[in-house]
């Protein structure tokens, strides 16, 4: 007789921490569609939560979700938590969580962005928030949605960035926290459509920041805002 498979949990169990991160994860999503960034389900959220990744599913309205439709995998990519289906770009997701020390990724198709990853191989440095990505933002190779050659490629342009772009496709940005991830992901949307907007200007080619104007304005962001 066949033993059956053990069922997975359908909820976040008795742990705050799931539930918070899950909750937030909701949040985060909700406000990329809420900020333009996303139309409809595309793009997607994930947070780490010590071993477990809670990532948006597959092909669900953001508006929808709630704490019974939570989906957690392992690093391996086990589901561990849910039934519905994750995201189909939980490749990428779990590149970076094995590949850094990132608690958050965010996933989307800004318009911006993704029309500037279809012109360059990195993008321009039309500001210096270019430094809050650790670097001017490389643009990955192209590659079909939710494979392991896209998370590869993904891999290669975030090396010592936080941010990068996705030829034809999006961006992909990490970090410590779900309120980090998103804004970043606001401003490599923004300096993106600031240089596609100077660019576009008949007769004038908008002026970039030196690597050395570039350092110095990392150097003064890294003591940025209140004293902790």
Do not use: F
């Not at 669900?60 to 019974?68: F, K």
């Not at 772009?165 to 991830?181: E, K, Y």
């Amino acid at each position: 007789m066949t033993k059956p498979e053990t069922a997975r949990p359908n909820g976040l169990g008795e742990r705050p921490d799931l539930r918070e991160g899950w909750e937030r994860v909701v949040e985060t999503a909700r406000r990329t569609v809420a900020d333009g960034l996303v139309v409809g389900t595309s793009g997607n959220v994930s947070a780490r939560v010590g071993d477990i990744v809670l990532v948006t599913p597959s092909g669900v309205p953001y508006d929808r979700l709630g704490p019974g439709d939570a989906v957690g995998v392992d690093l391996d990519g086990r589901q561990v938590i849910g039934e519905l289906a994750p995201t189909s770009e939980l490749p990428m997701h779990l590149a970076i969580y094995r590949d850094t020390d990132a608690a958050a990724v965010v996933h989307t198709h800004a318009v911006h962005a993704t029309a500037v990853s279809t012109l360059v191989d990195e993008v321009p440095a039309i500001h210096y928030m270019t430094c809050a990505l650790g670097g001017p933002v490389r643009v990955a190779g192209y590659a079909l949605y939710g494979t392991d050659e896209l998370a590869q490629n993904m891999l290669d342009a975030l090396r010592d960035r936080t941010g990068c772009l996705l030829r034809n496709h999006g961006t992909v940005v990490h970090g410590a926290t779900l309120d980090q991830a998103y804004d970043r992901t606001a401003q490599l949307e923004w300096m993106c459509r600031v240089w596609l907007t100077a660019a576009a200007v008949p007769g004038y080619t908008p002026a970039l920041l030196s690597p050395e104007e570039l350092r110095r304005a990392a150097d003064k962001l890294s003591g940025y805002g209140q004293p902790r």
